[in-house]
């Protein structure tokens, strides 16, 4: 089975605080995302890689950034975090090139911001 | 501007009812529509659609994709609490230079199955 393993399933941290959000997949896969997931407001993609140290913004970047320095790894950091990224985090992973397959979803990691 | 818009937002239903989930696109470079359930946890993959008129089913659920009017439907026959979650759609799309697939979500519909 694909496995993607996110590194924590609940994080607190403060205002200002450098946050790490550590995403870890077993297959092989080129593809890696990082959501998050609000109340009403669906699953919005902040940013995706699709090859080692090559990276996208998504939808919602700002006050984040990525880092993928191996295919398995892909990171996802708040600089200086702030109470409006109190969120549920989604870490996904899909084979790249032509295929067509579905993507795989790690569990989740909820991050409160005080 | 690429969207995916589903409906309803929420349905509350009683055990044994059928429901109908819809999900309508627009997306330059569509390649696949996907459905996903998510319950307390990360979404789980139910289908992958990529042609028109051919209806995947899984139990007692089952999809199709009408990709001329640009829309698919879940639907759940006889449904059981253990049904409620919220239901994903999302597209698939080709992203810049061709090669690499990108995933745009909808908000989700709210599926509450009552016994």
């Known amino acids: 089975d694909v496995k993607v393993t996110q590194s924590s399933r609940y994080l607190v941290k403060r205002t200002g605080e450098k946050v790490f959000l550590e995403c870890v997949q077993d297959?092989?896969?080129?593809?890696m995302f990082w959501y998050r997931q609000d109340p009403g407001l669906g699953l919005r993609l902040i940013y995706f890689s699709y090859d080692v140290k090559m990276k996208e913004k998504g939808d919602i970047p700002e006050g984040y950034s990525v880092s993928r320095e191996k295919k398995e790894r892909f990171s996802l950091i708040l600089e200086s975090a702030s109470t409006n990224q109190t969120s549920m985090y989604l870490c996904?992973?899909?084979?790249?090139?032509?295929?067509?397959?579905?993507?795989?979803f790690g569990q989740g990691t909820r991050l409160t911001v005080v | 501007e690429d969207k995916v818009v589903q409906s309803p937002l929420s349905l509350v239903v009683h055990e044994g009812d059928t429901v109908t989930l819809n999900c309508s696109y627009e997306v330059t470079n569509f390649r696949s529509l996907l459905w996903y359930k998510q319950e307390k946890k990360a979404p789980t993959f139910l289908f992958m659609l990529t042609s028109s008129g051919i209806e995947k089913k899984s139990g007692r659920l089952s999809s199709i994709l009408d990709k001329k009017e640009l829309f698919s439907i879940l639907n759940i026959t006889a449904t059981q609490t253990g049904d409620s979650a919220v239901y994903l759609c999302?597209?698939?799309?080709f992203g810049y230079g061709g090669s690499q697939g990108n995933l745009i979500f909808g908000k989700g519909t709210k599926l509450s199955v009552k016994p």
């Open positions: 297959m092989d896969h080129e593809n």
């Open positions: 996904a992973s899909s084979p790249g090139g032509f295929v067509n397959t579905e993507a795989f």
């Open positions: 999302a597209v698939e799309y």
